[in-house]
Structures are given as structure tokens and as C-alpha cells.
């Protein structure tokens, strides 16, 4: 017999805060009237914590101690066991968003080797020969606004043979200079990065001017700390050999759930750089990092 259990948010966008409430209601969908032995709802946030392959060996001792870190568990019985009319029946819930003790919600965030992530669970247990059927279903927090103005930090920079680091021959380099800026390093998380690029002059051709956005991530503890950066996205902002001294906007939105507020606790931090990388024909990269600090307000 064919019965669909659903949780349905009341809130179409599943963005809520602190000290709010989780509303929403199960949904069962059944031909003829269904016997079950209890509905449960369980809401669960978890910070998963995982170790690059580069890391592991060195981090033994410390890869017992990444367990998932539990910010909000809580558990409520929707439904005793007893018999569900055919048709489709919605069950009302509702639960309050709060930590125990000191605990803070983090925002939701899915990177790499850090995920903080928050669930909804349904369970309706049935008897030995029908399947117990569960069904999951995420929703996003969003960290509170900071009442603070951000106050934007414009960074110039200038990309010249000579500023360059991490090069073996310097001779062989070819003549370029590159100006630009960016018009803040701390973002609002909500707002796109700006700011343009210039290349005044270049012996060789370029091929591509590119932005790309990492995220930095470091788990651990008292053992050692592990950092990895990964892309998170790369946009091209020019295509083949650019018109000298003519500026070239630099504009990029930051996503959803792959970016939060840059974060710092005692077992992990989550930060996020952002590269300028120009390519030359023959395929050498000239990058420029930038950290940010990326901010709700």
C-alpha cells in the first residue's frame, strides 16, 4: 500500500533566526486509511567536521576528536500510534529555534571539510512488515545582522613584474603593469564585491582576466590545525588581449549557502580570499590575493 510522507515549510525561502519559530506541517498521503505506531519530528543542527587526505597521517590523534559538533537537538511526538483516515492528512508543528546553555547557532554553510547544516526529521514507525517510512528536510539559519555600519576599505593594487612573489626566473618575465581596485574587503554578504581592473600595458598578449573566490577553511584542536583552500567559484570578467588603460568592472554576487559570515571558533574557522588572475597567452597565471571579511548587516 502507497503512502507519501512530506514536511512542508510555511515559509517558502526555509530562512529563519534565532529565537524564531520552525512552522510547517507533515503531510500524509495514503489510498485507504494507514495503521502506524507513532509519528515523531526531530530538528537537528550539526557542524560536520572533515580532514583533507593531505592531512590525515600527520592529524591521527586528532581525527578522533572532528566529531560533529551538535548545536540544537530537539525531539517531539506529533502523532501516538493509532490509524490515519485515507487521503491526505496535514499535521501542524512548530518549534522554537533556540540553543541550550552558551551554544550559538552558526549559520548554514556547505563547504568542503566545514558544514553547518540544519534538519528536520519525520519518523512513522509501522508494524514489522510494512517499512518504517522517514523523511528529512532542510532548512537554512541566517546568522542575526550586526548593528554595526560596515565601513568599506578600498584596496588599490598594482601588478608588476616586480611586486610578484613565488618566481624562479625574473629576468625571463615579460613587462606588464596592471592597476585596479577593490571598493571594500569587508562585504556585506548580501551585497556584490566591485571595483575594476586597468591594464595600462603588457609586452605579451593576454589571454584572460579572471576572479575567482576561495574559501578557507581550518579544522582542529589542541593537536593541530589542519587549513585547506578551495575555489568556490571563477568568473571571467575580460576575454583575449584587452584594450590598454581601459577600466574593467569587476562585480561578483556572493552564493548562497556556499558563502556565510566569515567565521571563527575554538574547533574551526571559515574565511574567504578572493583572487584577481590574469592569463597570459602562454598560459602563465598572475594572480593577486585578497582576504575579505565577509559580514551580515
Same mark, same amino acid.
Given at each position: ?159 608588476? /613584474?616586480? !611586486?610578484?612573489?613565488?618566481?624562479? $626566473?625574473? *629576468?625571463?618575465? @615579460?613587462?606588464?603593469? =596592471?592597476?585596479?581596485? %577593490? ?8 551585497? /556584490?564585491? !566591485?571595483?575594476?581592473?586597468?591594464? $595600462?600595458? *603588457?609586452?605579451? @598578449?593576454?589571454?584572460? =582576466?579572471?576572479?575567482? %573566490? ?16 578551495? $575555489? ?66
Amino acid at each position: 500500500m502507497s503512502v507519501t510522507l512530506d514536511i512542508r515549510l510555511k515559509r517558502a525561502n526555509k530562512v529563519y533566526h534565532e529565537g524564531e519559530v520552525v512552522a510547517g506541517v507533515i503531510v500524509l498521503m495514503c489510498k485507504e486509511p494507514l495503521q502506524h505506531h507513532g509519528i515523531s519530528l526531530s530538528m537537528e543542527g550539526l557542524v560536520n567536521l572533515q580532514l583533507s587526505s593531505k592531512s590525515v597521517g600527520v592529524f591521527e590523534a586528532f581525527y578522533n576528536s572532528v566529531k560533529p559538533i551538535q548545536l540544537i537537538s530537539c525531539n517531539i511526538e506529533v502523532a501516538k500510534a493509532g490509524k490515519i483516515p485515507g487521503g491526505k492528512t496535514e499535521i501542524p508543528f512548530e518549534f522554537p529555534l533556540n540553543t541550550k546553555g552558551n551554544k550559538v547557532l552558526y549559520e548554514t554553510y556547505h563547504g568542503v571539510f566545514v558544514n553547518i547544516q540544519y534538519t528536520l526529521r519525520c519518523d512513522m514507525k509501522r508494524s514489522l512488515l510494512a517499512k518504517d517510512l522517514s523523511r528529512n528536510c532542510e532548512f537554512i539559519v541566517h546568522c542575526q545582522p550586526q548593528k554595526a555600519k560596515v565601513a568599506p576599505t578600498p584596496v588599490n593594487f598594482t601588478i608588476t /613584474p616586480d !611586486t610578484l612573489q613565488n618566481i624562479r $626566473e625574473r *629576468s625571463s618575465l @615579460p613587462k606588464f603593469l =596592471i592597476r585596479g581596485h %577593490l571598493d571594500a574587503t569587508n562585504c556585506v554578504i548580501s551585497q /556584490p564585491l !566591485t571595483g575594476e581592473v586597468v591594464v $595600462e600595458n *603588457s609586452d605579451v @598578449p593576454i589571454k584572460s =582576466i579572471e576572479l575567482q %573566490l576561495v574559501r578557507v577553511e581550518t579544522c582542529g584542536c589542541a593537536e593541530g590545525y589542519a587549513r585547506d583552500a578551495t $575555489e568556490i567559484q571563477n568568473i571571467q570578467i575580460a576575454e583575449g588581449d584587452v584594450c590598454h588603460s581601459l577600466s574593467i568592472p569587476i562585480y561578483m554576487i556572493f552564493p548562497r549557502l556556499f558563502t556565510c559570515p566569515t567565521l571563527e571558533t575554538t574547533n574551526f574557522k571559515v574565511e574567504f580570499e578572493v583572487n584577481v588572475v590574469i592569463v597570459l597567452h602562454d598560459d602563465h597565471l598572475i594572480t593577486e590575493n585578497f582576504p575579505l571579511k565577509l559580514c551580515r548587516v
